[in-house]
């Protein structure tokens, strides 16, 4: 497929098989178009902690506004290494295993960069966040799915039966968007039981990592022993710390892979937002991660309280991330796109058809809510779906 210029004789190529436009900015407009409350985007609606905004404000003062080292800034790497061997199940990492990019999206891009060739096999398990298959696609790989089980675990018999010699690497997201459901130790050693034999390489989506919920321990694919030394693991300070539209994120991986990494990245992008670096190695000296996951299991609740009175159905609760998924089928024929333009256009709630997560569109009977939002929004969704469904 092409796209034609003005001049006939000129034209660009489609680099992948992603939409125009994805699905969270549809929504989010149609959102914006019928004045409806905004569920479906993964932002936050309430304000970052000021003690961050004070912290990239004096940075700047400091005059902290030039170019950084590649791998990113000394204080922020060694900072990040303190943080994740204090987490409650301790990542030992060492600063060269650290490398800052500009949002996890970009971690994930330039990892596909670093690793695949023309014709190389990635296995995607769905539902995916969408970027991943157009990452591929543009670095010449060949996107092959795999469809989560019914309660959105991994059938690691269907991961094993589609493993060939073009398979370069596996996408793994935990805590999963939009289920929510995370990784376990058992889940990852399955996985290596599969790949240890390959050169498979694992790229794992885990912006979430802090944002677990109900005694449930957050596993990186960095705390098996195998898997971390053919592993990017991607998280992302925005999710971290509900400030979005920074658009900082890190990448851990082995020295060797980390090397890899940075010869493809400092083409791309060379280094992130300096006095950003400077405010987020400031603010892990200061934040408190076990309050953060406490807020964000109670917002969940709060959403899931508030729309107790509805028909939605709810399988299970979230156990990670921003997002809780609800079954609508028990009131509405409708397949999950045209509910949730239904919902948006007629409702005045927004929301986000699960079946976007999938490269075929299929009808799941589910959508998406973001809780990640102040309680005065939850309520208002709530009160307009009593009023009107």
Known sequence: MYIWLKDPNMRIERKHSGKDISIFSEMTLLAQQHGAVNLSQGFPDFET???????????????????????GVPLLIENLATFNAARPKPLRIHPSEIIITPGATYGI?????????????????????????????????????????????????????????????????????PSGNIWTESDWEQLWQIVKDTEI??????????????????????????????????????????ATGWKVGYVLASEELNHAFRRVHQYLSFCVNVPAQYALAGYLEVFDAKANA???????????????????????????????????????????????????????????????????????GKVRFCFAKKEETMDKAAELLRNLL
């Open 49 to 71: 902690d000021p003690k961050l905004k004070e912290l990239l404000a004096k940075a700047t003062a400091d005059n902290h506004n030039q170019y950084a080292p590649l791998t």
């Open 109 to 177: 891009y330039c990892a596909l960069a670093t690793i695949l060739n023309p014709g190389d096999e990635v296995i995607v398990l769905e539902p995916s966040y969408d970027s991943y298959v157009p990452a591929i696609e543009i670095n010449g790989g060949k996107p092959v799915f795999v469809s989560l089980d019914t309660d959105f675990r991994p059938d690691f018999e269907k991961i094993r039966n589609v493993v060939t010699m073009q398979t370069r690497a596996i996408i793994i997201n935990s805590p999963h968007n």
């Open 201 to 242: 390489i694992v790229i794992s989506d885990e912006v979430y990592d802090l944002l677990c919920y109900d005694e449930n321990t957050f596993t990186s694919v960095m705390h098996h022993t195998q898997l971390r030394e053919r592993s990017y693991a991607v998280f992302s300070f925005g999710k971290m710390f509900h």
């Open 294 to 364: 406490q807020m964000m299991q109670e917002k969940r609740d709060y959403l899931i309280d508030a729309f107790a009175c509805l028909p939605f159905e709810i399988s299970s609760k979230a156990q990670g991330g921003y997002f809780q998924t609800m079954d609508y089928r028990n009131f509405s024929d409708l397949n999950d796109k045209d509910f949730a333009v239904w919902l948006t256009r007629e409702k005045k709630v927004c929301t986000v058809p699960v079946s976007a997560f999938y490269h075929n569109g299929q009808n799941t």
